[in-house]
């Protein structure tokens, strides 16, 4: 009897925890990662650069990026991203250059502005919510180029700074796998010091507004 009575205990719980799990999968249903893509302007910065002897007066610039997130819990995600941008400057040194071209105070050049950086994300969801960005890593300053005719200047390989980012704005979920954003970030670049004037902004500040999709990917 008391046999009987346990099997028939284990039948009856059998429905009751099959619906407690169904309950948890379809509480945890959702992307288990994100790919993000966007568009954006960068503001203009200024950087003295000591190897070179030469200051880089970078104008607006629009910029392009993707990323790819893991979820680590509801609304948070960590991953890695990459930002890029063909900007334009003007290019100011006081000596020869490392390929022997001289440039004066009204060169105008165009360089490339790539970086790759560990990301935290956070806010997503359907409708109206916050959106939270940390990012850390690394920016290169690469491919000077004269405007008018000179052809490279600047530093002979890729100048690499550390780099992060704050940024902050809004969202709105279209489903469960896709946000619009739009964010406002405040970065900056630790620039070496070497060779500069004690005065030498080593810490430019970059303010990049930009609007992205996101999509979810995996369940």
Known sequence: MTSAALCAATLAALPSSASAQARRRSGSSGPSAWASFWAGFAQPITIDDGA?????????????????EKNIQSGSSLGIRANFSRAPLTYTS??????????????????????VQGLFHYGTGRGFHQVIELALGATAFSNFTARDGQGPIGPNSPDLDLSFGLGYGFGWGLSSTTDLEIVEELGADYHPSSNLAASANTLPRLYVTKIGLRLGLGQ
């Open 52 to 68: 070179t002897g030469s200051t880089w007066q970078f104008g607006t610039a629009p910029q392009l990026g993707v990323s790819l």
């Open 94 to 115: 006081s000596s020869f250059d490392n390929f022997g071209t001289f440039c004066s105070s009204s060169c105008d050049a165009d360089a490339n502005v790539t970086s």
